[in-house]
């Protein structure tokens, strides 16, 4: 039963409030407002992190989500775009059907979530610390966390490349 | 708290930012949207942390490395899309045709 | 001579091949010398297997077999009997002479070489035709000519009326073909053969039903009725006149029309089974008789009077046959052939002399001009209105005793008046274009001396060809000797019976002579007081308009009714499942755009589905 605690009047708000932003970043016209809401919606994902007891990962989230991934996607639009503007409509048939088909999915996994039984306990949360999870990143998870820092790695090279002007 | 309404918070994420990649014109906004489905993916993985089947910290180990792979996917993206844009003067999803066989 | 029947209809059969792979390069002389020759050759073969059946060979019958099926082999083969020789001479004398006479009446014409190939090709298969010794290959070749007709008709197709005649001709025939293809059908059912002679003996010793012996009689008799413009399928012979006259001569005069008379003869062991079918053979043929004569009396068409003529003669001949005058049937066919011919020829150069004029009333005066083929004509319509000695008389007398003989004085009645009709209608024609004044305008052309001398041959047997009968009946004891079939009736003819025909002949040709050429007796003054009834003759009795809104109407709305069918309901299926599919392919095409959004928008749906597919009934159970 969903009782009227603290926890659930911060899940409502921040759920809300992430949510909010998601459908405003979808239906805002204006990049910098789609961008903004975004952030948004990332900041919600944070207070959720926290009600979660994970608030390394909600400082994480914002420091990386929030900031510097926005930031990225604002640095996109501003040198890619001319307008201000996004060209939205002009497909019904294309958006009608993603709608149904959008829809249909997210009544599956509805049905799924509210139709399977989860018989977990929550967990002690009292256990959850950041020198935990960087104990688990660093020994049980250090192969992943090194192929990680590879991928940055590459990733970094390739964005640069990429992106670097051809000379032609 | 059911784990269920977590679950449902990272679904109605999912999707929303699931039509924004099928609709949005603009290519930003789709990897925006990118990254809205891969938040909302985990959400669900720090929701089974805290009240999974054998709860534990794991999830979040995993979530840090989602957001790591996220933010190289993103950076990726971006140069991906500054090399189209050169290339065809446009950031619009629907003008690049080359699929077409 | 008889072995080597079978190459008779060889000779046309190759000139046939010649002029068709020559006719663009071969001119109108070396056309009509091929086929001339080719007929030439048939004439003079047949001729020796006359001979040599005069001198009384034994019938010959020369088969192969042909088709093996199960149980039953068909075969095909040549017969050789006294009707068959007979019908030989007759088919290739009349179209060797043809084949001559076209040669000026075709000149210039352009199409020359194809017009003798029409004609050798059916010179073929009415040689064929006539000596078939099976029903199977009878039919095959009763279609053949029906072909050539068709073509021959139509040769000139560029005139309207030509085409519609042909069209005409072919379908009319093509109801009573059915008939004999039913007959055919019917007596291998009940006989297992398609041969005569095994189909004859079968029909003697009493393997089939009598009532089945009258269906299978009378459906022969609907093809003859098809092939010889007997009512009520007469209506496409006067329109046949459409064609070159040449062809009016031998196919719609002499040869092809008399085919149904030649298959009720040749099947006449079956008619004489049954009682009933000689009565509606008879019957048919007087009514055919008379009906045909009347209209005949006011057509303003030499060629169509010519033609109502010819319907009304087979009526004579079927009438004879009807009544168990085999022989009597024969021999008015055999006269009937040389002398309709003959006046076809002559109305064919008549019309050449008039720069093919038709029309009986803008003529007159030929005489003065053309006295040859005014004598040509005139022996032949002494000949058809039965004067003594032309031949016709010898022959129309044995067509009316025979009638009388078998107890048919109704049929007799009608045939006398007939008579009357026919005297009557032949003198008014040959009043009219060749005494009096000339009424036509231009003059008066010259006539080719190859269209001359066929006539002058052909006039010998039209007026002597009756001396076969008399004063012995040698013909008929030759055509019946044999075959089981009476040669004449039994008992003595009465003498008064030769002189009342004659008398009603010799009417007619009074009252067209008082009409024509005294003018004591307009012919106003005989249709004033009953003007409907010059109406009705002058239209045929309306039955082309009866068939027009009787027949054709109702299965043109049929027509209509079975083009809007297929049009909405069948091409719309069509349609419709060609559209599916279009449909399918549109989409499927649209869906490759090569727009990624929409490749994902398609794995997000079969995703779904799959979802859905996988788990449905732990989902939805």
Request: net charge positive; proline share 4%; hydrophobic share 55%.
């Amino acid at each position: 039963m969903i009782s009227m605690n603290g926890e659930f009047i911060a899940f409502f708000l921040l759920s809300v409030m992430a949510i909010a932003g998601a459908v405003f970043m979808i239906n805002f016209t204006r990049v910098v407002h789609m961008i903004l809401a975004l952030a948004f919606t990332f900041l919600g994902i944070a207070g959720i992190f926290v009600t979660l007891n994970a608030e390394f990962l909600a400082v994480v989230q914002v420091l990386i989500y929030t900031g510097a991934v926005s930031i990225l996607m604002l640095f996109g639009i501003m040198l890619t775009r001319h307008r201000d503007e996004t060209r939205d409509g002009g497909r019904p048939w294309h958006a009608f059907l993603c709608f149904l088909g959008v829809g249909g999915f997210f009544a599956l996994l509805m049905r799924i979530i509210y139709g399977s039984p989860f018989n977990g306990e929550t967990a002690k949360t009292e256990t959850f610390s950041v020198s935990g999870l960087g104990e688990s990143v660093f020994k049980q998870y250090v192969i992943p966390f090194e192929v990680t820092s590879i991928l940055l790695l590459v990733a970094l090279v390739g964005a640069i490349i990429l992106a670097k002007k051809e000379r032609s | 708290m059911p784990v269920s309404s977590y679950l449902a918070l990272g679904a109605i994420l999912f999707c929303v930012g699931l039509y924004g990649v099928l609709t949005k014109r603009n290519a930003v906004m789709v990897l925006f949207s990118i990254e809205l489905m891969l938040n909302a993916a985990n959400i669900n993985l720090v929701a089974f942390s805290k009240y999974g089947l054998y709860a534990n910290q794991t999830g979040q180990v995993f979530t840090l490395f989602t957001i790591t792979v996220a933010a190289a996917e993103a950076a990726v993206g971006i140069a991906i899309l500054f090399a189209l844009y050169r290339n065809r003067s446009t950031a619009e999803a629907d003008r690049f045709q080359s699929l077409k066989g | 001579m008889l072995e080597n029947a079978w190459t008779i209809p060889l000779f046309p059969l190759v000139a046939f091949f010649l002029l068709l792979f020559g006719r663009k390069s071969w001119g109108e002389k070396a056309a009509a010398w091929v086929g001339s020759l080719a007929a030439f050759a048939s004439l003079a073969v047949s001729a020796g297997v006359l001979a040599e059946r005069l001198s009384g060979a034994e019938n010959s019958l020369l088969s192969f077999s042909w088709l093996t099926l199960g149980e039953t082999v068909i075969r095909f083969g040549i017969e050789v009997d006294p009707l068959n020789a007979l019908m030989l001479l007759i088919v290739s004398l009349i179209s060797f002479l043809v084949h001559v006479y076209s040669y000026g009446y075709m000149k210039g014409d352009g199409r020359v070489p194809v017009f003798y190939a029409y004609l050798s090709l059916f010179t073929f298969s009415m040689l064929g035709l006539v000596v078939s010794a099976n029903l199977l290959q009878l039919y095959i070749f009763w279609e053949l000519v029906g072909v050539c007709s068709f073509l021959l008709i139509g040769f000139w197709y560029f005139k309207p009326e030509a085409k519609q005649a042909a069209k005409k001709a072919f379908v009319v025939t093509r109801i009573g073909d059915i008939g004999l293809f039913l007959a055919l059908l019917l007596a291998f059912w009940y006989t297992g053969s398609l041969e005569l002679g095994p189909i004859f003996a079968a029909v003697e010793a009493g393997q089939v039903p009598a009532e089945m012996v009258t269906l299978i009689a009378v459906l022969i008799f609907v093809g003859a009725i098809g092939k010889s413009g007997q009512f009520p399928l007469h209506t496409w012979l006067p329109d046949a006149m459409e064609g070159p006259t040449p062809v009016s001569a031998l196919i719609h005069a002499a040869t092809m029309v008399a085919a149904g008379v030649y298959l009720v003869a040749r099947t006449f062991p079956l008619f004489e089974a049954s009682p009933v079918a000689l009565d509606t053979v008879a019957y048919v043929g007087a009514f055919t008789a008379i009906f045909a004569a009347s209209i005949g009396l006011v057509q303003n068409d030499i060629k169509r009077v010519l033609a109502y003529s010819t319907v009304s003669q087979l009526g004579y001949m079927m009438l004879a046959l009807g009544s168990a005058g085999y022989a009597a049937g024969a021999f008015h066919l055999m006269t009937h052939a040389f002398f309709k011919a003959l006046l076809f020829l002559a109305a064919g150069a008549v019309i050449v002399a008039l720069h093919h004029q038709q029309d009986i009333r803008k003529m007159g005066g030929l005489w003065s001009t053309h006295p040859g083929i005014g004598w040509l004509f005139l022996i032949g319509c002494l000949a058809i209105s039965g004067i003594p000695p032309f031949s016709g008389f010898f022959s129309k007398d044995e067509v009316l005793a025979s009638a009388w003989m078998d107890g048919r004085p109704g049929v007799f009645a009608v045939g006398v008046v007939a008579a009357f009709f026919t005297a009557f209608y032949m003198f008014r024609l040959f009043f009219l274009v060749f005494t009096g004044s000339f009424r036509g305008e231009g003059n008066r052309g010259s006539v080719p001396k190859s269209m001359l001398w066929p006539m002058g041959i052909l006039a010998v047997p039209a007026v002597a060809a009756g001396f076969v009968e008399y004063p012995t009946p040698f013909f008929s004891r030759w055509l019946t000797e044999g075959t089981g079939l009476a040669a004449e009736a039994g008992g003595t003819v009465p003498l008064w019976l030769p002189v009342l025909a004659t008398l009603a002949s010799l009417a007619g040709v009074a009252l067209a002579w008082a009409m024509y050429v005294k003018r004591v007796l307009p012919a106003d003054d005989l249709t004033k007081p009953i003007p409907w009834g010059y109406r009705l003759l002058k239209n045929k009795y309306f039955i082309d308009e009866i068939y027009a809104k009787g027949v054709v109407l109702p299965y043109r709305w049929l027509g209509a009714f079975l083009r809007g069918f297929d049009r909405f309901v069948v091409s719309g299926l069509v349609r419709f499942s060609a559209g599916i599919f279009r449909t399918v392919g549109r989409i499927g095409s649209a869906i490759q755009n090569g727009q990624a959004q929409t490749y994902a928008l398609v794995s997000l749906v079969g995703l779904v589905l799959l979802i859905i597919g996988l788990t449905a009934g732990r989902l939805f159970g």
